[in-house]
């Protein structure tokens, strides 16, 4: 929990020192005045500066406090210059007291710092407090053990959840994210639920904060699932990667991988023991015979002992026939080459054509915006009617018995978004056939090499003038020992590749024992107990604070989807004045608060409401609120920024219980010479 103990601040000017030094109860505090620019906003915003999170009020730094902070004071109609300005915060969280201290102007210390110190703050200048400096608003401050964020979390014993990032990463949800859900700040935060959530990258921002706020397990079990996602998409990766490498080396030696698929799956050593490399002969030998014939073989070249005048008819025979299989294999080189420039046009025109396919699908897209803005202008050209003699306009200059039907911009793009689609997976499958090839060429050719090496030694042999052994047997024998050596490689690869696919195996199987572990439904029954808490609290704030836009308000739901509340499936702010739009505001922040606090959420249990008298709503209406608010606030702490124009709303407020409300009239100026 977050309590707000008392906040002093402090600005130097050119004709002395002016502040605001106020303690705040823990319940209800009011911060009021008779006119609307007397520095209640200036005051409430050094509470949002002081925590770190002043991007719920529109940015970083000292940019968004008021010029009052950082330019001039007016003071009796003399404007002064301002030399420095500070604020001191004294927050609690239950049990621990300690007081932030940022600067909005001094020289020598930069805004992004924040100093704590371990007291209150009528003792932060004693030697017996201790204090540490952070630093906010910088990479990692969130995370950081010198980040503010990260500090105040840990103070605040918030438990901040994993959620993941508009590029599919995973980061910590934002503190200020959190707060900006019940800090409901002038100038933005009135136009809507959660409109003042700064932008920090987190996907589905408001959904996250919502779910924390109210502690959902849907939550931890998206969280769950997408970490399972992660994981399964790692395992299979690494699988195809195994996969790849070993086929890769089987290709490249004439070998062909049995027994294991590309997909995860669970293995045991039974299953690894059925793998098998099979060598692309006749036979179709396993790589173990294979490496027995070839050293069978080699045992009979090495001990052959014929020389070449023995054996003339029989290098006469094989010359021919090598040369046949060299031939053979130009030609197939000769084949794959051709057909490998082939691929490269295919896919070459293929990346041509989805270019243009892209570029045509943004004008198209450009268009149907022109159109929408066009329309909504009421603009008769861009509803394909003539703006002179009122008749449609046809998108063709044909004559209109010979004309089809042309697609609206609508379908041209649905049809080129489909298009697209068929284009890169025709050129994914040309890619990967291409890839084939290359392998393919380059296998071929050193074949094509072997073979011409053997036909030199062979018409050595042919053409020699003494009797040596044959340099025919001495080529054999290095091309066989070659392979034995290439396939015992291969051997020991697949072994090594086969203890891998054993430890991603595993992988797999816990993936999978985890994943059956997570709820099939997307809410618990406890989070469906608190989405129905959530709904009844705001009908029934509703009422109690004159809501009329609806006809009958138990036709409002709560989305499960976003969470927000819908009438016939859609938000209900498009059927709200702007004076309900408010009241909506006041009953789904209250409604939050009280079901965390019923069915043991995460809400901080502080609420920060700056004018919520908005559009002129009904002072009645404004009582109601305010009474719903002090029962409240026995067990949590909230301020009101308020403008007391009338009497009456003044003795509203005077009339509200005591002894949990307090009211700071800070008169007509909120900053006092001291």
Same mark, same amino acid.
């Given at each position: 929990m977050l309590?707000?103990?008392?906040?002093?601040?402090?600005?130097?000017?050119?004709?002395?020192?002016?502040g605001f030094n106020e303690n705040f109860n823990q319940g209800l505090n009011f911060i009021s005045s008779q006119k609307n620019t007397s520095g209640k906003s200036s005051i409430l915003s050094a509470i949002y500066y002081g925590l770190g999170m002043e991007e719920i009020i529109g940015g970083r730094g000292d940019k968004v406090l008021t010029s009052v902070y950082k330019h001039c004071l007016?003071?009796?109609?003399q404007l002064y210059s301002v030399l420095e300005s500070s604020i001191y915060l004294q927050i609690n969280n239950g049990g621990n007291v300690i007081t932030l201290y940022r600067t909005a102007k001094t020289e020598g210390r930069d805004h992004k710092l924040i100093t704590v110190y $371990?007291?209150?703050?009528?003792? #932060?200048?004693?030697?017996? +407090?201790?204090?540490?400096?952070?630093?906010? &608003?910088m990479p990692n401050s969130a995370v950081n053990q010198k980040g503010f964020h990260t500090f105040l979390e840990h103070f605040l014993n918030l438990r901040l959840p994993l959620v993941a990032t508009t590029d599919d990463f995973e980061r910590k949800l934002y503190i200020q994210l959190v707060f900006s859900a019940i800090f409901i700040e002038q100038k933005r935060g009135w136009s809507d639920i959660l409109s003042g959530m700064p932008y920090l990258g987190i996907k589905d921002s408001k959904k996250r904060v919502i779910e924390y706020i109210l502690g959902l397990d849907v939550l931890n079990n998206e969280?769950?699932?997408?970490?399972?996602?992660?994981?399964?998409?790692?395992?299979?990766?690494?699988?195809?990667?195994?996969?790849?490498?070993?086929?890769?080396?089987?290709?490249?030696?004439?070998?062909?991988?049995?027994?294991?698929?590309?997909?995860?799956?669970?293995?045991?050593?039974? #299953?690894?023991?059925?793998?098998?490399?099979?060598?692309?002969?006749?036979?179709?030998?396993?790589?173990?015979?294979?490496?027995?014939?070839?050293?069978?073989? $080699?045992?009979?070249?090495?001990?052959?002992?014929?020389? +070449? #005048?023995?054996?003339?008819?029989?290098?006469?025979?094989?010359?021919?026939?090598?040369?046949?299989?060299?031939?053979?294999?130009?030609?197939?080189?000769?084949? *794959?080459?051709?057909?490998?420039?082939?691929?490269?046009?295919?896919v070459e025109k293929l990346c041509g054509s989805i270019e243009l396919i892209d570029t045509d699908i943004s004008n198209n897209k450009d268009a149907l915006r022109l159109k929408q803005l066009g329309?909504?202008?009421?603009?008769?050209?861009?509803?394909?009617?003539?703006? #002179?003699?009122?008749?449609?306009?046809?998108?063709?200059?044909?004559?209109?018995?010979?004309? @089809?039907?042309?697609?609206?911009?609508?379908?041209?793009?649905? &049809?080129?978004? *489909?298009?697209?689609?068929?284009?890169?997976?025709?050129?994914?499958? @040309?890619?990967? $056939?291409?890839?084939e090839v290359i392998n393919n060429v380059d296998i071929l050719t050193k074949k094509y090499f072997s073979l011409m090496k053997l036909a030199?030694?062979?018409?050595?042999?042919?053409?020699? +003038?003494?009797?040596?052994?044959?340099?025919?047997?001495?080529?054999?024998?290095?091309?066989?020992? *070659?392979?034995?050596?290439?396939?015992?490689?291969?051997?020991?690869?697949?072994?090594?590749?086969?203890?891998?696919?054993? +430890?991603?195996?595993e992988r797999w199987r816990d993936y999978l024992s985890r994943k059956a572990l997570v709820p099939?439904?997307?809410?618990?029954?406890?989070?469906?107990?608190?989405m129905k808490y959530l709904k009844n609290q705001f009908i029934q704030n509703l009422r109690k604070y004159g809501y009329k836009s609806a006809m009958n308000l138990d036709d409002i739901v709560i989305s499960n989807e976003t969470y927000f509340p819908i009438i016939d499936n859609f938000d209900m702010k498009f059927d709200s004045s702007a004076s309900d739009n408010i009241r909506a505001i006041w009953a789904y922040t209250v409604s939050l608060l009280s079901t965390s606090k019923k069915l043991h959420g995460n809400h901080p249990n502080v609420i920060i409401f700056d004018e919520p008298d908005q559009h002129s709503i009904v002072t009645t209406d404004m009582k109601s609120f305010f009474e719903d608010i002090v029962e409240l606030a026995n067990s949590c702490q909230i301020f009101v920024g308020i403008t007391l124009a009338d009497t009456e709303l003044e003795n509203i407020l005077n009339g509200l219980r005591k002894d949990v409300c307090k009211i700071i009239n800070i008169g007509n100026k909120g900053f006092v010479k001291i």
């Open positions: 309590q707000v103990d008392r906040i002093k601040i402090t600005i130097k000017t050119s004709n002395g020192n002016y007016e003071d009796s109609g $371990y007291g209150d703050i009528d003792n #932060v200048h004693s030697q017996n +407090v201790k204090q540490e400096d952070y630093y906010v &608003h969280q769950r699932r997408l970490q399972l996602q992660l994981e399964k998409s790692n395992i299979e990766n690494e699988w195809m990667n195994t996969f790849t490498e070993l086929s890769t080396e089987c290709n490249r030696l004439d070998c062909v991988i049995d027994g294991i698929s590309n997909k995860p799956q669970i293995v045991d050593e039974a #299953v690894l023991s059925a793998i098998h490399l099979y060598v692309k002969n006749k036979e179709k030998s396993t790589i173990e015979q294979a490496i027995k014939n070839l050293e069978e073989n $080699y045992e009979i070249l090495i001990n052959r002992k014929k020389k +070449v #005048v023995e054996n003339y008819d029989q290098l006469q025979n094989e010359l021919m026939e090598t040369e046949d299989s060299i031939k053979n294999i130009g030609e197939k080189i000769k084949q *794959e080459k051709a057909q490998l420039i082939i691929e490269n046009g295919i329309a909504s202008l009421d603009c008769l050209t861009a509803n394909e009617i003539c703006p #002179v003699c009122n008749q449609n306009i046809n998108d063709s200059l044909l004559i209109d018995d010979q004309v @089809h039907n042309v697609m609206s911009i609508e379908d041209n793009i649905k &049809h080129l978004e *489909e298009q697209r689609k068929m284009m890169v997976f025709s050129m994914n499958s @040309h890619d990967k $056939y291409r890839l030199k030694s062979i018409r050595n042999d042919l053409y020699s +003038v003494n009797e040596d052994v044959s340099e025919t047997v001495v080529q054999k024998r290095l091309v066989v020992r *070659e392979k034995i050596d290439n396939l015992v490689k291969l051997n020991s690869v697949a072994e090594n590749q086969k203890k891998k696919f054993l +430890v991603l195996s099939s439904s997307r809410f618990s029954k406890l989070d469906e107990e608190k």
